[in-house]
Nanobody, 121 residues
Framework: QVQLVESGGGLAQAGGSLRLSCAAS????????MGWYRQAPGKQRELVAV???????RSADSVKGRFTITRDYAKNTIYLQMNSLKPEDTAVYYC???????????????WGQGTQVTVSS
């Protein structure tokens, strides 16, 4: 069993900042990509930013220059520093990781429970 536990969501004013964390724990052999997705009410889940095992980053155009994803490989943890927040950033933010579970074969997409981010204007 592998768990992704997110923290750091909450309420911020437009122009403010929040920092999200996601820690993976459990029977982990290896983790490939880790990233953040978000889903606003009535919309599909969308990619925010992903960081690969090699440190390559891809992110949505809407957050470039404002959000920064980082990863602590030793702790199996990623962070999302969100600056210059806008009301349209309001969503539930989900952590995702491609995890190779110990004792199994191959990577599985694993999701956290989500954390709410609300940005007021």
């Amino acid at each position: 069993q592998v768990q992704l536990v997110e923290s750091g969501g909450g309420l911020a004013q437009a122009g403010g900042s929040l920092r999200l964390s996601c820690a993976a724990s459990g029977s982990i052999f290896r983790i490939n990509d880790m990233g953040w997705y978000r889903q606003a009410p009535g919309k599909q889940r969308e990619l925010v930013a992903v960081i690969t095992s090699g440190g390559n980053i891809r992110s949505a155009d809407s957050v470039k220059g404002r959000f920064t994803i980082t990863r602590d490989y030793a702790k199996n943890t990623i962070y999302l520093q969100m600056n210059s927040l806008k009301p349209e950033d309001t969503a539930v933010y989900y952590c995702n990781a491609d995890v190779w579970y110990s004792g199994s074969y191959g990577y599985r997409a694993t999701w956290g429970q989500g954390t709410q981010v609300t940005v007021s204007s």
